[in-house]
């Protein structure tokens, strides 16, 4: 069982580290848990600038609303 998940978490860090698109996770307050790497490459941000930031924060205000 314990192989079994650290195969899983290997395919995971991989889909993720390799992703084009951005894929994050916010707790139920909005801020941020974890980032993939695209996020540098996209919008200039190390995945660990991220962490406990605000969801609104990386949002452009004009774009809030919806």
């Given at each position: 069982?314990?192989?079994?998940?650290?195969?899983?978490?290997?395919?995971?860090?991989a889909?993720?580290?390799?992703?084009?698109?951005?894929?994050?996770?916010?707790?139920?307050?909005?801020?941020?848990?974890?980032?993939?790497?695209?996020?540098?490459?996209?919008?200039?941000?190390?995945?660990?600038?991220?962490?406990?930031?605000?969801?609104?924060?990386?949002?452009?205000?004009?774009?809030r609303?919806?």
């Amino acid at each position: 069982m314990a192989s079994l998940l650290e195969e899983a978490k290997e395919k995971e860090n991989a889909i993720l580290g390799y992703a084009s698109d951005v894929i994050c996770t916010f707790d139920l307050s909005g801020k941020c848990m974890s980032m993939n790497p695209a996020s540098s490459r996209l919008w200039g941000y190390e995945p660990k600038e991220l962490l406990n930031t605000d969801i609104y924060s990386l949002i452009v205000p004009a774009d809030r609303t919806r």
